[in-house]
Nanobody, 119 residues
Framework: QVQLVESGGGLVQPGGSLRLSCAAS????????MGWYRQAPGKQRELVTT???????NYADSVKGRFTISRDNAKNTVYLEMNSLKPEDTAVYYC?????????????WGQGTQVTVSS
C-alpha cells in the first residue's frame, strides 16, 4: 500500500503558475506509474498527466506545453508544475499511484487539492 498527500493548491489569476506536490508514504521508485488527475464540478475525473518509473510522460492535449510532471524518487514525491493557467483548469487535482504486479493492478489516490483559476 501507499498513502499519497497532495499540497500546493490555491487561488491563482489567469496566466499564473502553481506547483503541486504529491508525497508518498513509501518509495515510489518501483511503482509502475505516478500521475495527476483532476475533477471539475459536475464533470468526471480526467487524466492530466502520468510519468512511468522509466520516466516516460503522457499529457492530456489540454495541458500540453503548459504543465510538466516530474518525480523525485529520493524524496518519494511527484510534482506538477502548472504554467499559463486558465479558468478551465479549475478543479480538484488528485495524485495517483498505479501499482502493477503479476497478480493485480491497483490504483491509489490522494485526498485531492483544490486549484482555482480566477481573476
Amino acid at each position: 500500500q501507499v498513502q499519497l498527500v497532495e499540497s500546493g493548491g490555491g487561488l491563482v489569476q489567469p496566466g499564473g503558475s502553481l506547483r503541486l506536490s504529491c508525497a508518498a508514504s513509501r518509495s515510489i521508485a518501483s511503482i509502475y506509474a505516478m500521475g495527476w488527475y483532476r475533477q471539475a464540478p459536475g464533470k468526471q475525473r480526467e487524466l492530466v498527466t502520468t510519468i512511468t518509473r522509466g520516466g516516460s510522460t503522457n499529457y492530456a492535449d489540454s495541458v500540453k506545453g503548459r504543465f510538466t510532471i516530474s518525480r523525485d524518487n529520493a524524496k518519494n514525491t511527484v510534482y506538477l508544475e502548472m504554467n499559463s493557467l486558465k479558468p478551465e483548469d479549475t478543479a480538484v487535482y488528485y495524485c495517483n499511484a498505479k501499482s502493477v504486479t503479476i497478480s493485480a493492478t491497483r490504483d491509489y489516490w490522494g485526498q485531492g487539492t483544490q486549484v482555482t483559476v480566477s481573476s
